[in-house]
């Protein structure tokens, strides 16, 4: 949401490749996920030369590998063989092992590891919160296609950031796995760069709780966080595996989100914390020239203690981050819900039939454009989507709450806490967009949405730059 | 220019009698015509360079546009009724006033007259005036270059 609101990584990094690894592929969360990210690739892949808003490019492993524009999801994610048909203990051949005696030492000793609810769990959703499962299951990846072409495709001064939650199971084992395999895993295409890569991480502590506590018992997320800790500190931190760690968490008063195991019912809300985590990428690579090889640790606080955080409650250079990119996206994404039809076919900068002007002077945003299946399919599903992330970090606790609610009238009383003076309709804005409309390098007929996203990337800012609604 | 307009009122509209000769040899000499020729030309250049350049509502359709038609026609007509009239009956002419003054000589029928025959020609000449100012000017404005269509 950040990159389509136009934050950079900088630093010289042109591209990012998310890489996703779950081993429950029809979680609600992340074929969300993809599918954002499928349709940020698709606006922007319309977008001449994004400057603001979509200007980062986000890329698939397989698109680098193979050269193909072809926007597929899928292949942001990396997938874990023989887990979506099969039990734990038919994973591990716990089943195949006889009753021998000698096998039988065999099968106790894996008792001794792992319960009969491990065993019997069925690996499609998941490992709930059970790290032991997670690092056998995920040892395999590193053999697999996908990381393989993770390898080839290594460059000179790529760079690896790795998100996970330590208070579960997927991510809690999968941390130290990759980082091993990272530093020390001699068959990966590149070994060589890759060892001596810089590495980032960020690492959730427990933010949140779950309605009931069953298979996944939200009362152990704290324990097993100091435990994994405890892990962390003796085989990543004291070894200095990684360049820089992040450790972001919330205890107290944290939001309940309804209990799921996996699939498609695992839909929890977007939260602060996860927005606040996303600063940490930014963090390591604005400093990725000063990183040193032995481990630095950073933590995320804000700077007033409320349960309502704005911009004006974060670190003034979290702000600076923040305030721009979201309040441009979020006027731009409340324009087209509530002020569009006042403006459309009427605006100068909607209309392309204007009697006796010459073609550059007439816009591409016309009311075809808006009714076209480019715009209904790509544009408005990304945007209900970033309204969506808005909503839910606001009603999530902590909440982030740096907007109000408006109507066409009072748009731009959007920022929590700031009346401008005069009209606050998105008049303003549409005067901006006409102004802009002729401007040659908003123009594009071959990309579709290059007109769209460069203006409102451009009269958002000058609105709302007028008015001291942005934090710079 | 005293000239040029001159014969656009004289000839193109046809307000000239030469019974009233003094009136218009007046407005010859004191420059009457070339007011008269300003106040179409502009009048509505001032009023469709607001329209154009300076209103900034983006929301403006051909209503907008043709009530501000109206507005700079009537300030045209108002003012060329205005000018008219001081340029007539404000004038210190001594043998123009004191043949309005006598009433057997008809001046003062035929003077009351003119300065609406002058509104309304003006009026026309505004109008097509603005017609031609808009579709130039509509051209390098940046937020009503739609209007009028």
Not at chain 1, 204 to 230: R, T
Not at chain 1, 233 to 260: D, H, P
Not at chain 1, 393 to 405: G, I, L, Q, S
């Amino acid at each position: 949401m950040l990159f389509a609101a136009g934050v950079k990584i900088g630093s010289d990094f042109d591209t990012v490749i998310p890489i996703i690894i779950d081993p429950d592929t029809s979680n609600g969360d992340l074929n969300r996920t993809k599918d954002i990210l499928r349709l940020y690739q698709e606006i922007r892949n319309q977008v001449d030369q994004p400057d603001d808003f979509y200007a980062q490019e986000i890329r698939t492993i397989n698109e680098i590998t193979v050269s193909t524009p072809v926007v597929n999801p899928d292949f942001f994610q990396f997938k874990l063989k023989d887990t979506d048909t099969n039990t734990f203990n038919q994973y591990i051949g716990f089943d195949s092992l006889s009753e021998d005696i000698a096998e039988k030492d065999d099968k106790n000793f894996v008792r001794l590891l792992y319960s009969a609810m491990n065993l019997k769990s069925n690996l499609d959703v998941g490992f709930k919160g059970n790290p032991n499962m997670g690092s056998i299951i995920l040892n395999q990846f590193t053999n697999s296609e996908d990381f393989k072409k993770f390898g080839q495709t290594f460059g000179d001064d790529d760079a690896i950031f790795i998100v996970n939650s330590i208070f579960g199971g997927t991510g809690a084992a999968g941390f130290p796995l990759l980082l091993k395999n990272f530093r020390g895993n001699k068959n990966i295409p590149k070994h060589a760069k890759i060892k001596t890569a810089p590495i980032g991480g960020i690492t959730y502590l427990p933010y949140f709780s779950l309605s009931k506590n069953e298979e996944i018992n939200a009362e152990s997320f704290e324990e097993k966080a100091k435990i994994a800790i405890d892990y962390y500190n003796r085989t990543i931190i004291s070894l200095n595996q990684v360049n820089t760690l992040y450790f972001i968490g919330n205890r107290g008063n944290t939001n309940q989100e309804e209990y799921a195991v996996g699939g498609q019912e695992q839909k929890n809300k977007a939260h602060f914390l996860e927005l606040a985590g996303a600063l940490a990428i930014l963090d390591f690579c604005k400093n990725i020239n000063s990183i040193t090889q032995i481990t630095q640790i950073k933590e995320f606080g804000i700077e007033h203690d409320t349960q309502n955080i704005s911009f004006t409650d974060l670190n003034i250079e979290n702000a600076k981050q923040l305030s721009p990119p979201l309040t441009k996206f979020k006027m731009y994404t409340e324009y087209l819900d509530k002020g569009l039809s006042r403006a459309l076919n009427t605006s100068r900068w909607t209309k392309s039939t204007i009697k006796l002007t010459p073609g550059n002077k007439q816009s591409l945003l016309n009311k075809n454009y808006f009714n076209s299946a480019e715009y209904k399919t790509q544009i408005q599903p990304f945007n209900n989507y970033f309204e969506e992330w808005i909503r839910e970090m606001k009603d999530n606790k902590p909440a982030f709450t740096p907007f109000e609610e408006i109507t066409a009238d009072n748009a731009l009383e959007l920022v929590k806490g700031q009346t401008p003076k005069g009209n606050k309709s998105f008049k303003a804005l549409d005067i901006q967009n006409c102004l802009l409309t002729d401007n040659i390098s908003i123009r594009s007929k071959e990309k579709k949405h290059t007109m769209l996203i460069k203006m409102f990337g451009k009269s958002t800012d000058r609105v709302l730059s007028k008015r001291n609604l942005l934090i710079r | 220019m005293n000239e040029f307009f001159g014969t656009v009122y004289d000839t193109v509209f046809g307000i000239f009698a030469n019974k009233y000769f003094l009136i218009f040899q007046h407005l010859y000499e004191n420059g009457g015509y070339i007011k008269f020729g300003l106040s179409f030309i502009l009048i509505p250049l001032v009023c469709w360079i607001l329209f154009y350049y300076l209103w900034k509502y983006p929301y403006g359709k051909l209503w907008h546009w043709l009530v501000w038609l109206v507005i700079t026609v009537l300030i045209v007509s108002g003012t060329t009724y205005g000018i008219a009239n001081t340029e007539i009956f404000g004038s210190d002419n001594q043998a123009l006033n004191e043949a309005i003054a006598d009433a057997s000589t008809g001046y003062a029928d035929y003077a009351d007259a003119l300065p609406l025959k002058y509104a309304l020609a003006n009026s026309l000449l505004a109008l097509i005036v603005s017609i031609i100012y808009s579709l130039i000017m509509k051209q390098f404005s940046k937020i009503q270059l739609h209007l009028p269509f």
